[in-house]
């Protein structure tokens, strides 16, 4: 048996949610003033989060605490780098802008926003090269109990256009309907095919 089924073992898919670019409607507005110079992707991987916690929210208040987030990027906050970037050689960078230039800013935008408090991780890859080694992560964490949740999500820039990002949440606890191997397998390759057009 190899290794990503024994990490499958037990792990269910709640619910998936995709996004292109930012919606505001669906994230707290004192929240978006508290990180408001985050990355637009970081904004996209927020919004696909949004609508995957969206249809289990009643579900998880208590877990959310204890709920991770695994993020796939192969360009990370590159557009909040380059401002920050041209600010300091024009001599006037604003330190306010730093936090949101960290690469681990695409999944703590979203910590911060929802409240999420288990393992988080950023990992500076494609989606069909970061997919694998996140869920593989995320498998770990919930078979030795470090989270009850976890989110997994991937983006990709479209050149001019919004990014598009797809998110995952997955759990240990039984659901009726999902669980089954074809059920994680179609959720991974889903989400490792986050479109780039």
Same mark, same amino acid.
């Given at each position: 048996?190899?290794?990503?089924?024994?990490?499958?073992?037990?792990?269910?898919?709640?619910? +998936?949610?995709?996004? +292109?670019?930012?919606?505001?409607? =669906?994230?707290?507005?004192?929240?978006?003033?508290?990180?408001?110079?985050?990355?637009?992707?970081? #904004?996209?991987?927020?919004?696909?989060? &949004?609508?995957?916690?969206?249809?289990?929210?009643?579900? =998880? /208040? $208590?877990?959310?605490?204890?709920?991770?987030?695994?993020?796939?990027? /192969?360009?990370? /906050? &590159?557009?909040?780098?380059?401002?920050?970037? &041209?600010?300091?050689?024009?001599?006037?960078?604003?330190?306010?802008?730093? /936090?949101?230039?960290?690469?681990?800013?695409?999944?703590?935008?979203?910590?911060? =926003?929802?409240?999420?408090?288990?393992?988080?991780?950023?990992?500076?890859? !494609?989606?069909?090269?970061?997919? !694998?080694?996140? #869920?593989?992560?995320?498998?770990? #964490?919930?078979?030795?109990?470090?989270?009850?949740?976890?989110?997994?999500?991937?983006?990709?820039?479209?050149?001019?256009?919004?990014?598009?990002?797809?998110?995952?949440?997955?759990?240990?606890?039984?659901? +009726?309907?999902?669980?089954?191997?074809?059920?994680?397998?179609?959720?991974?390759?889903? $989400?490792?095919?986050? !479109?780039?057009?």
């Amino acid at each position: 048996m190899s290794e990503a089924c024994d990490i499958d073992c037990g792990l269910s898919v709640l619910s +998936r949610g995709e996004a +292109r670019g930012m919606d505001r409607t =669906l994230l707290d507005p004192r929240a978006v003033t508290t990180v408001r110079y985050a990355d637009e992707a970081a #904004w996209t991987v927020a919004t696909a989060v &949004a609508r995957a916690l969206a249809p289990v929210r009643a579900q =998880l /208040p $208590l877990v959310l605490d204890d709920t991770g987030l695994i993020v796939a990027s /192969p360009q990370g /906050p &590159a557009a909040t780098i380059a401002t920050v970037g &041209a600010e300091a050689r024009a001599g006037r960078a604003s330190p306010l802008r730093f /936090p949101a230039a960290n690469p681990g800013s695409m999944a703590g935008v979203s910590c911060i =926003l929802f409240g999420l408090h288990g393992p988080a991780l950023n990992l500076l890859l !494609p989606p069909d090269r970061g997919v !694998p080694v996140g #869920w593989f992560l995320a498998g770990c #964490w919930l078979n030795r109990e470090a989270a009850a949740c976890m989110g997994l999500a991937a983006t990709v820039r479209r050149g001019s256009l919004p990014s598009v990002a797809r998110a995952v949440l997955l759990t240990r606890r039984p659901t +009726r309907g999902s669980g089954t191997g074809q059920d994680l397998a179609d959720a991974r390759a889903w $989400l490792a095919a986050c !479109p780039t057009e």
